[in-house]
């Protein structure tokens, strides 16, 4: 159980084109939906926090504008980068947590997503 | 501020022998504590947790971590290492009031030798 899926797990598009990323949750519903941003061997930098039916919340630095977050239902969450440039090359990830229980869950993570911006 | 450090950005163990992969963290009341294990070009896979009761946590693959309150530490360990051990390790605390985020720490590379 606890499944979550990213669609699709690598890209690569040119310049100033816009990219989708799709995070599902294949075996329960998630209230919440994190997106992170991970350089290489590097931490997890929290970009935004995604709740079903509400704006996402940006962390501070990370533009709203470019990275659109749409979280439409309770499995499904999508990070849309728009006029992607190489410096937005990098491995994104998401993660979701239960609506069960959710004072002691743990967020489940996606499997990620290689983005490679020529 | 809520943080967490793992002070050691890599730990090289010999096959069979112990391992520790440290965790120290800062947070205002009791922490929830988490380690995450990421393999290359995959997302994070869940180890184990800490929310209340027992300072041993047992998790996956044979980890366990010990929560020690008195030195803010909850350091990753696992009796005899393996070669597919090797990778890379996270610790994470739950925010407080902030909707479930997790804080991670900068991670550690466990590498394995046989």
């Known amino acids: 159980g606890a499944v979550v899926s990213q669609h699709p797990s690598r890209v690569i598009c040119k310049s100033g084109t816009s990219v989708k990323i799709e995070c599902r949750s294949l075996d329960f519903q998630a209230t919440t939906m994190f997106w992170y941003r991970q350089f290489p061997k590097k931490s997890l930098m929290l970009m935004a926090t995604?709740?079903?039916?509400?704006?996402?919340?940006?962390e501070q630095g990370v533009e709203k504008d470019k990275f659109l977050i749409n979280h439409a239902s309770l499995t499904l969450s999508t990070l849309t980068v728009t006029s992607a440039h190489p410096e937005d090359s990098s491995f994104y990830i998401c993660?979701?947590?239960?609506?069960?229980?959710?004072?002691?869950?743990?967020?489940?993570f996606g499997p990620g997503t290689r983005l490679t911006v020529l | 501020a809520q943080s967490v450090a793992q002070p050691e950005d890599q730990v090289n163990v010999a096959e069979g022998n112990p391992l520790t992969v440290k965790c120290t963290y800062s947070?205002?009341?009791?922490?929830?504590l988490f380690w995450y294990v990421q393999y290359p070009n995959r997302g994070l896979q869940f180890l184990l947790k800490y929310i209340t009761g027992d300072n041993l946590v047992k998790g996956s693959y044979g980890f366990e971590a010990e929560f020690n309150k008195s030195q803010t530490s909850f350091h990753l360990k696992k009796p005899s290492a393996l070669v597919s051990d090797s990778a890379l390790y996270f610790c994470a605390v739950r925010a407080l009031n902030q909707g479930g985020k997790l804080i991670f720490g900068q991670g550690t590379e466990l590498s394995v030798k046989p």
């Open positions: 993660s979701a947590r239960s609506r069960v229980n959710t004072s002691y869950n743990e967020q489940f």
């Open positions: 995604s709740n079903e039916g509400s704006k996402a919340t940006y």
């Open positions: 947070v205002s009341g009791n922490p929830y």
